[in-house]
T-cell receptor, first 114, second 109 residues
């Protein structure tokens, strides 16, 4: 099993450009989520999904869109990139959305917006 | 309101010394708490969870509901323990996983 796979690992965007960060998991996990990691801020939840077709906002959803058409994939879309979105993005999945379950993380995508 | 507080951004100890990373939480329900660790250039991974009451790599954490704390402890720190440590809480009707801001632990030789 590959676990949680994120692509790309690195990306540089110009202000105003759009892009999609890909996340895929092969563990048949119900729950998937996106976080951004910034120095001194820890990990902040952007969006999450409790199953295919169901998504909801986290703490910092502005400027990002998500969809969950399959169990395996949970892409994060930046609609119009801004320098404030420069960050490291992590995708995570959990086997079930309820209960005390371990989160498995991707290796991260380092995004720079210039 | 911040649900998970880690008061120390940085913690530096010498090899062989005891280490305690503090975590306090705010949640009126029954808390489900975790410690995650991120070693340099690696992805985040689960270190331990309160419900298991296990010891991983010599680390333990006890849930104290009275003090709303879940501090991580190790009696003798090793250099390989140097990493970023995050305390995390599952909360709410959709079981969101929320992290503290993290503590960077450095164990000096």
């Amino acid at each position: 099993n590959a676990g949680v796979t994120q692509t790309p690992k690195f990306q540089v965007l110009k202000t105003g450009q759009s892009m999609t960060l890909q996340c895929a998991q092969d563990m048949n996990h119900e729950y998937m989520s996106w976080y951004r990691q910034d120095p001194g801020m820890g990990l902040r939840l952007i969006h999450y999904s409790v199953g295919a077709g169901i998504t909801d906002q986290g703490e910092v959803p502005n400027g990002y869109n998500v969809s969950r058409s399959t169990t395996e994939d949970f892409p994060l879309r930046l609609l119009s990139a801004a320098p404030s979105q420069t960050s490291v993005y992590f995708c995570a999945s959990r086997i079930k959305w309820t209960g005390n379950t371990e989160a498995f993380f991707g290796q991260g995508t380092r995004l720079t917006v210039v | 309101a911040q649900r998970v507080t880690q008061p120390e951004k940085l913690l530096s100890v010498f090899k062989g010394a005891p280490v305690e990373l503090k975590c306090n939480y705010s949640y009126s329900g029954s808390p489900e708490l975790f410690w995650y660790v991120q070693y340099s250039r690696q992805r985040l991974q689960l270190l331990l969870r309160h419900i298991s009451r296990e010891s991983i790599k010599g680390f333990t954490a006890d849930l104290n509901k009275g003090e709303t704390s879940f501090h991580l402890k190790k009696p003798f720190a090793q250099e390989e323990d140097s990493a970023m440590y995050y305390c995390a809480l599952i909360w709410g009707s959709n079981y969101k996983l929320t992290f503290g801001k993290g503590t960077l632990l450095t164990v000096n030789p």
